[in-house]
């Protein structure tokens, strides 16, 4: 590979970053609420990943445990890690009223999501999404109160990469609502 084909690799990475500002804050700042909601309410955030999500999911549960870029207690996050038939029924165990769940995949179309939606709203728990690609079919499993951030780029790799930043401005934001803004020192 050469330079510039390697040049080009990360051209294309922050052209599809700055495409997604604009097109992703609001609802990464409706995420952050969402979360924060059922943070300060008692709940505990559940993160399940798929596909590409399964190393952004346990990610994000050290991220809201041990803290982003600011000091700040732990917050309850779990990742939730088994075979996709025993999702279902893990979720029953540990979800409960006002707890949030997260899906992240860059395959929206995972045939167990569904029934994860459903369990979630089941048992009074919202949902964030953290998707690539989506058919209407599963946005439509969505609640008005769940929050869907849907990353719509080709390929694959610019997807992940743009949903490891969604994580991290997810993070930030939270720490925004809990802490307040952080002055600069300088």
């Known amino acids: 590979m050469s330079e510039p084909h390697i040049q080009q690799h990360i051209i294309d990475s922050a052209d599809w970053l700055y495409q997604s500002a604009e097109s992703l804050a609001k609802q990464v700042h409706a995420a952050a609420q969402t979360l924060v ?35 700040r207690p732990p917050l309850p996050a779990v990742h939730v890690s088994v075979a996709q038939a025993d999702l279902n029924r893990q979720l029953q165990a540990m979800g409960h009223a006002g707890d949030v769940l997260v899906l992240i995949s860059d395959d929206a179309d995972d045939e167990a999501w569904p029934q994860l939606v459903q369990a979630s709203h089941d048992r009074d728990m919202s949902v964030v999404a953290l998707t690539g690609p989506v058919s ?10 769940d929050v869907h951030l849907a990353v ?18 997810l993070c930030d934001a939270i720490d925004v609502q809990l802490l307040g803004e952080q002055e600069n020192d300088e």
Do not use: I
């Open 37 to 71: 909601t059922g943070l300060t309410g008692g709940g505990k955030v559940l993160v399940v990943g798929a596909g590409g999500g399964q190393w952004l999911a346990p990610y994000l549960v050290q991220l809201l445990v041990n803290g982003f870029e600011r000091e």
């Open 152 to 169: 719509a780029h080709e390929p694959l790799a610019r997807v992940r990469e743009v949903q490891c930043l969604v994580l991290h401005s």
């Open 136 to 145: 209407a079919a599963w946005a439509r499993m969505l609640a008005e109160t």
